[in-house]
């Protein structure tokens, strides 16, 4: 029988396998897809999403791969400044904050599981159909997904569910969920261009009341002329287009470039960056309503299966890497698997509950929302007419506090 079955290949599915192994656990990995390509666009990763990457050693890879991130920067749709912070270690956290390639991020992990864990136990080309389970193990169903053929059923000591925000298991036992759209729609882009501000700048702009973009850098010198490969995320509320959400769908930009058309700052020229990406891809904005069980048995579910939450507080990967440690410990703590998932499940439902509540409703762009009620979504002379600095500081630290990665309260 093997050991632990994590279901999905993705960035919670390679963590758990890297947090087993280091705890001496044999698990094997069934991933859908039937090769590892580098897909999508950018990822930030914060503070306490590189702490759980650092203790898996793959931290200085991570950062050799992407941008580490000096400041993070609000301004309203006229370009103006109204609140900057410095990130990561510049900030005083012991682990920095880190805008990289999704696709490179996903290939690190899966080069480290492969090398720790031996590539024959990363099982590529396998859906998961189904699982029944009794009182010794699992048996989980696959097809194989290049053929659609049926493939041999797998026999486990537990079965993880690491399949994503369509997760198929977690719709096994909560057959009515589904994906909940509040009416943002997202487009996502990378562009060639010239550093922004320090190059090694955050930024969120405007509100998604009247249109936002965010933008970072993701890979420094992509031609040896400097040129930075940067990542941008346009949102905007927009009832019409709730379409299924594929983080792959193609976009068209003349669905949303009109709204950013007068954009253009002298620090950034917001729609010719649109116009010269390298190509757009279309995303709504949706979550889940949490759920009153992630644990059945000895089956349970982890990272985005679990607690899909709006990609708005850079937090999803980092919450999906602390459920693999934490369910790794639990399941190292002792024999009895039932006892650990439901010890993992009371350790990470209710945290993980709370984050996707504050995405929903005071996300970190909440600074944005809170400036464009009070200026009237005019542009101002004298910001602190309307709000200090230090009111606009203890905005921040209390998304901090909620998401996990505040300096004065840590989260686990
Ligand atoms: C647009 C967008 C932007 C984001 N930006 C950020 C950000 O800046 N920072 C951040 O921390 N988070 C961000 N997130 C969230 C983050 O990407 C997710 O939280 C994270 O990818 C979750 O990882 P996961 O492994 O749980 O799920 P996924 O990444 O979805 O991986 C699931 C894996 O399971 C596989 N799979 C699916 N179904 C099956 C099946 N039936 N059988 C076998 N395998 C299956 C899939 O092929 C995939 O490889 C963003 C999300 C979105 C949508």
Not at 28 to 39: C, D, G, H, Q, T
Not at 188 to 211: A, F
Request: aromatic fraction near 8%; proline fraction near 6%; charge should be negative.
């Amino acid at each position: 029988m093997t050991d632990i079955a994590i279901i999905g290949g993705g960035i919670t599915g390679l963590s758990l396998a890297l947090n087993l192994h280091r705890r001496g656990i044999a698990c094997r990995v069934y991933e859908r897809a039937s090769e590892v390509k580098e897909l999508g666009v950018g990822i930030t990763l914060l503070p306490h999403a590189m702490r759980e990457f650092a203790a898996l050693g793959v931290s200085e890879q991570l950062l050799a791969a992407g941008i580490e991130n000096a400041e993070s920067c609000f301004f309203n749709r006229f370009g103006q400044l109204i609140y900057k912070e410095p990130r990561g270690k510049l900030a005083g956290y012991p682990h920095p904050e880190v805008g990289i390639h999704r696709g490179r991020l996903h290939l690190i992990l899966h080069g480290a599981a492969c090398a720790a864990l031996g590539p024959d136990r990363i099982r590529t080309d396998r859906t998961c159909v189904d699982l029944a389970q009794d009182a010794e193990g699992v048996t989980i169903a696959f097809t194989e997904t290049s053929t659609g053929r049926s493939a041999e059923p797998v026999r486990a000591r537990a079965a993880i569910a690491c399949d994503g925000i369509n997760s198929v298991v977690r719709k096994r036992f909560h057959p009515d969920d589904d994906v909940a759209f509040a009416g943002i729609n997202t487009w996502r882009g990378v562009t060639r261009m010239k550093p922004i501000l320090t190059g090694r700048s955050y930024m969120r702009i405007g509100s998604i009341l009247t249109g936002k973009i965010v933008v970072y850098p993701i890979v420094d010198d992509v031609d040896g002329a400097g040129t930075q490969l940067v990542n941008w995320m346009a949102e905007i509320k927009q009832d019409a287009l709730a379409k299924k959400n594929d983080w792959n769908r193609p976009g068209d930009p003349a669905d949303f470039l009109p709204i950013y058309e007068s954009w253009r700052f002298d620090w950034l020229d917001v729609p010719a960056m649109i116009r010269k990406a390298d190509f757009v891809l279309e995303y709504p904005m949706v979550d889940k309503d949490p759920i009153g069980q992630w644990s059945f048995g000895r089956v349970t579910l982890a990272g985005d299966a679990a607690h899909p939450m709006y990609p708005r507080g850079s937090n999803g990967a980092a919450q999906g890497a602390i459920d693999a440690r934490t369910l790794a410990d639990c399941l190292a703590a002792g024999p009895d698997v039932p006892a650990a998932l439901k010890a993992y499940e009371e350790a990470r439902r209710e945290a993980t509950a709370r984050i996707v509540r504050t995405n929903r409703e005071h996300p970190p762009d909440f600074i944005n929302i809170k400036v464009e009620e009070l200026t009237g979504d005019r542009p101002f002379d004298d910001l602190d007419a309307y709000i200090t600095q230090d009111e606009l500081r203890a905005l921040s630290e209390s998304y901090k506090r909620i998401a996990g990665f505040s300096l004065a309260s840590p989260g686990t």
